[in-house]
């Protein structure tokens, strides 16, 4: 199949790509073959080509194709809970709300309605790859793993590793670190066996919840696994004050030191939040070349901080974008891309107006703009999944969002005469919502 569309991608920070009429090349697979430019020498001759094959879909005028969004941070057992249970701090959040939520997936019917829901609203969306954390329930995340393959989201799963007892209450925890660890085992056999996972659109998790649910035993375990079995790693890591001091008292060293040291920081590991990381810290993650899961929404709520975004990225870090449902209040890559660029312009102008000016911000620039906010809701989580997805390159996955920029059906209003090249993008990025979401494409397959 070979599409001619105009749009947009963002293949390094700071870049903005305008494709301005240009022919998309698909093969059987679902991989981009071949981008060719109007201005190519041989655009002409391909167009008729694929035309006269009846190869060719035209997309027409006020249609834009994004690359599909990559949520890097979701806890899917959470939707019910979406823009609900924001009033208090995130230890007090997890044992009063959200615990006693997730340990409702213990009935696999629950779990496969909401799932079905959730999956649904995120594609809707424009979300087409998705980093889940599950619950601690075997039955339920293999559902989320089923219904994810059935309606073509690609998606990266974890079953919830939590056997603290000190942290994690009785009703809701892993026995005993034997037990995570053999759930662990079991999910990414369940995957990698899945029959209608031959392409490996569903990929597993070693997701230990963060260093204060897990025992050492756990710890080391699931370092193990991640390391035999070359999988994904998640967790979070630095996020409140809260967290960041409980690993210091327990382990004596930072989470990040502590994650490392137990094998749980490598290539593949997504750190979610991030935000008290040391400059030791980030060189660390840097080295190991891991990522970060930048939540601003959630930051919000739970955080007690604001992540310095562009410090990272100017570092040389792995970030991408992630909605932390339920901690952010959104499902909307878009308003999360939106977060992120409020959040970095807080930091930068300080938010105290009584201090003096010079004091308002001891942060040096913090702000980042639309670009980088487009980036690392696509392009950036590619690279920190290390999945050839999020742009549109010869040899990444056709993964796509169509955007109908009409201020009739949605929320984006284009005037012929003053909006041209990146700055269509600027306005979609601003003001799109959920109706300008026209279609979305996993794989060069319509879900
Ligand atoms: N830390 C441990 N569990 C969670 C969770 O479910 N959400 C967030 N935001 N932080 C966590
Ligand atoms: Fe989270």
């Known amino acids: 199949k070979t599409l001619s569309a105009s749009g947009f991608h963002s293949p390094e920070r700071g870049i903005i790509d305008v494709l301005d009429d240009v022919l998309i090349e698909i093969d059987a697979e679902g991989v981009i073959a071949a981008v060719h430019r109007h201005g190519d020498p041989n655009y002409r001759t391909i167009r008729d080509a694929r035309d006269a094959s009846g190869e060719l879909v035209t997309l027409p005028a006020g249609f834009y194709i994004l690359p599909g969004f990559v949520d890097l941070h979701v806890h899917a057992p959470q939707y019910p809970q979406l823009g609900d249970a ?10 009063k709300y959200t615990f006693p939520l997730e340990a409702r997936y213990q009935d696999a019917a629950f779990a496969r309605r909401i799932y079905g829901l959730l999956v649904d609203d995120l594609l809707t969306n424009g979300t087409t790859t998705a980093l889940y954390f599950a619950t601690i329930h075997q039955e339920a995340t293999r559902a989320l793993v089923d219904i994810c393959l059935e309606k073509g989201q690609r998606a990266l799963i974890g079953k919830v590793a939590m056997d603290n007892a000190g942290e994690c209450p009785d009703y809701y925890r892993d026995v005993s670190a034997q037990e995570a660890l053999d759930g662990t085992r079991a999910l990414i056999d369940y995957v990698r066996g899945h029959p209608d996972n031959r392409e490996g659109r569903v990929l597993p998790v070693v997701t230990p919840r963060f260093i204060p649910s897990c025992t050492d035993a756990t710890l080391e375990g699931l370092g193990a696994i991640a390391r035999d079995c070359g999988c994904h790693v998640q967790t979070h890591c630095s996020e409140s004050d809260w967290e960041h001091d409980y690993v210091l008292a327990r382990h004596g060293m930072t989470d990040t030191d502590s994650l490392d040291r137990f094998g749980l920081l490598g290539r593949r590991t997504v750190l979610a939040h991030a935000n008290f990381l040391t400059a030791k810290d980030m ?143 600027q306005k979609i990025i601003y003001t799109a919502s959920r109706p300008n979401i026209a279609a979305t494409w996993v794989g060069g397959r319509k879900v």
């Open 86 to 95: 924001l009033d208090v701090p995130l230890e007090v959040w997890l044992q």
């Open 283 to 425: 060189e660390t993650v840097r080295a190991r070349e891991a990522a970060i899961a930048h939540c601003p929404l959630s930051n919000a709520f739970f955080a007690n901080a604001v992540f310095p975004l562009r410090t990272a990225l100017e570092k040389g870090l792995h970030v991408g974008l992630g909605t932390d449902i339920s901690g952010g209040p959104s499902a909307s890559m878009f308003e999360n891309a939106r977060g992120a660029i409020l959040a970095s312009r807080m930091l930068q102008s300080g938010v105290d107006p009584n201090l003096p000016r010079s004091a308002r911000s001891t942060f040096g620039p913090a702000q980042i703009d639309f670009r980088d906010a487009f980036h690392i809701a696509t392009a950036g989580g590619g690279v920190a999944l290390d999945l050839p997805i999020g742009q549109f390159t010869p040899g990444c996955q056709f993964d796509a969002m169509l955007i109908h920029a009409d201020a009739e059906k949605g929320t984006v209003r284009l005037f012929e005469d003053r909006d041209k090249g990146e700055r269509i993008l």
